[in-house]
C-alpha cells in the first residue's frame, strides 16, 4: 500500500527448491523498500541495493516497467543484476529484486552446498497490496 497516508507495505510469497511457500510482510520507505524488504525477512539480507533503474517497454496505459537492480552480496563482495518486467512497477521491481537474489544465492551454492535450500524461486514470487 502507498500514498500520503499509510505505510507503505509490502507482502511476498515465496517458494524455495524444495517447494515449501514462505510468506513475510514488511514495511519500508516507500513501496519498493517494503517489497525488498518482504524478500529479505525470507531469504535473509544477502546484500546491499547498489542500483535501481525503471523504463518502459512498451506504451499506454498498460505499459509494461522494466526494472533491473544491482545488489553488492555481503559475503564475497560481488555484484549481481537482476531484472523484472510488470505493468506493475512494484511487482517488477520484487522480481528484479529476487532475481538479483536468486544470483547471488546461486554464486554461493556453487562455494557452500547449504545454500541450495536457501534458494527461492524467481517465478513463484506475487506481491500482495495490504491495507494499513
Not at 533503474?53 to 499506454?60: A, D, H, W
Not at 522494466?66 to 545488489?71: L, Q
Not at 512497477?89 to 554461493?108: C, I, M
Amino acid at each position: 500500500a502507498c500514498g500520503t497516508h499509510v505505510i507503505p507495505t509490502a507482502t511476498v510469497r515465496m517458494r524455495d527448491d524444495e517447494g515449501a511457500t514462505h510468506t513475510a510482510s514488511r514495511t519500508g520507505s516507500g513501496p519498493v523498500d517494503a517489497a525488498c524488504q518482504a524478500v529479505n525477512a525470507v531469504v535473509g539480507e544477502i546484500g546491499a541495493l547498489q542500483g535501481f533503474t525503471v523504463r518502459n517497454v512498451s506504451e499506454g496505459l498498460e505499459a509494461l516497467g522494466e526494472v533491473t537492480v544491482r545488489v553488492k552480496e555481503f559475503h564475497s563482495g560481488h555484484t549481481y543484476v537482476g531484472h523484472g518486467a510488470n505493468a506493475d512497477v512494484v511487482t517488477a521491481s520484487a522480481e528484479a529484486y529476487v532475481d538479483a537474489v536468486n544470483r547471488a544465492l546461486g554464486a554461493r551454492r556453487a562455494a557452500t552446498p547449504a545454500a541450495r535450500a536457501a534458494r527461492v524461486a524467481s517465478n513463484a514470487t506475487s506481491i500482495v497490496a495490504v491495507p494499513a
